[in-house]
């Protein structure tokens, strides 16, 4: 089992769910976060006056999948939440060892 977690731009959030559901992922888990990367925030004009904002507001999402649809996923992911212009984030992919639903004790696959 794999586990995706992607920081993308929040309003990419809508076709990157529609395009993880397509391929048969049933669940996900969805934050609002806020960081930067290699462009430390950027700079605004409010009624102005020119403030800094050195967190930009990202949507992080998490999906647990068996490894034979990581790569699916990956794929929907990445061409989904792409612009091409900098800070359309990042996918990290670790593996885990076990999963476990609480309500029933289903372990493994099963509890995907």
């Known amino acids: 089992m794999k586990k995706i ?5 929040p309003f990419k959030l809508d076709e990157v769910k529609e395009a993880l559901t397509e391929i048969g992922i049933q669940g996900m ?4 976060v806020k960081g930067f990367g290699r462009q430390k925030g950027h700079t605004e004009t409010y009624r102005g ?3 800094t ?13 068996t ?9 929907a992911i990445v061409s989904k939440a792409k612009t091409g212009t900098i800070g359309d984030g990042k996918l990290f992919v670790t593996d885990l ?7 029933t004790g289903e372990s493994g696959d099963a509890a995907l």
């Open 5 to 9: 977690e992607a920081i993308i731009k």
């Open 29 to 32: 888990t969805v934050s609002e």
């Open 49 to 51: 006056s020119e403030y």
């Open 53 to 65: 904002i050195e967190f930009v507001p990202k949507i992080k999402i998490e999906v647990v999948v």
């Open 67 to 75: 490894n034979a649809l990581a790569d699916r996923a990956i794929q």
């Open 97 to 103: 060892t076990q999963t476990i639903r609480i309500r």
